[in-house]
């Protein structure tokens, strides 16, 4: 157990419709990060919150958003959903915010099936 | 072309054999090198971690980079089952104040008995 917990595990929904993810960091963490998973792009960097400051960012879709709270839980929330969203998508968390030894503890993920 | 290229297997090989994973990479500005495994139904997990050029060995476990030629490995000896996993390879650029770390698509290994 990572110790990072994200919700709901599943979800299925219809095209054009809006979902949020949601993520808590392990305890201590600072840093949110979530990545995309799919078969043929594999994991890919979305954006990164930092004491609930945006800090990086990735090829995320501008109908995708993300927040971090005061209480340092994350939100993804992603719109005009097409079937191409349909992917896994992780939350993860760190201590700092540089990340320089690439330690992130990964949530079992939220997988999301657009029809 | 990607960032980093990873042979997506699948790999199997018998329970005990020894294992080379390996990544290529386009950007010289990356520092840091890991190896992530995941099991099926469940997010990554930090397997090992290297800075510089040369060896790092964990048990069974030896990554090793090679920044001139911008290629990284795995090697497993003594593969056991339990090692049947997706392993990622993942790269970073230490800003000191963002993290993004570029993966690999992942190999996926089945050590067979």
């Known amino acids: 157990d990572s110790g990072v917990t994200q919700t709901p595990k599943h979800l299925i929904t219809a095209t054009g419709q809006r979902v949020t993810l949601r993520c808590s960091p392990r305890?201590?963490?600072?840093?949110v990060y979530w990545y995309q998973q799919s078969l043929d792009q594999g994991l890919q960097f979305l954006i990164q919150y930092y004491n609930g400051e945006e800090r990086a960012k990735g090829n995320i879709l501008e109908r995708f958003s993300a927040q971090q709270f005061p209480d340092l839980h994350s939100e993804l929330n992603l719109s005009s959903l097409e079937l191409g969203d349909s992917a896994l998508y992780f939350c993860?968390?760190?201590?700092?915010?540089?990340?320089?030894?690439?330690?992130?503890?990964f949530g079992e993920g939220s997988r999301l099936t657009v029809l | 072309q990607k960032e980093v290229e990873q042979d997506p297997g699948p790999l199997s090989v018998p329970e005990g054999a020894i294992v080379s994973l390996n990544c290529t990479y386009s950007?010289?500005?990356?520092?840091?090198f890991m190896w992530y495994r995941q099991y099926s139904r469940k997010g990554p997990e930090l397997l090992m971690y290297?800075?510089?050029?040369g060896n790092k060995e964990d048990g069974r476990f030896t990554a090793q980079v090679d920044k001139s030629s911008k290629y990284i490995s795995l090697f497993i000896r003594d593969s056991q089952p339990s090692d049947s996993a997706t392993y990622l390879c993942?790269?970073?650029?230490?800003?000191?104040?963002?993290?993004?770390?570029?993966f690999g698509t992942g190999t996926r290994l089945q050590v067979t008995l």
């Open positions: 305890s201590g963490d600072l840093s």
């Open positions: 993860a968390s760190s201590v700092d915010a540089g990340g320089g030894t690439g330690e992130l503890f």
């Open positions: 993942a790269m970073n650029v230490n800003t000191g104040t963002a993290s993004k770390l570029t």
């Open positions: 290297t800075y510089s050029s």
């Open positions: 950007n010289s500005a990356f520092q840091y």
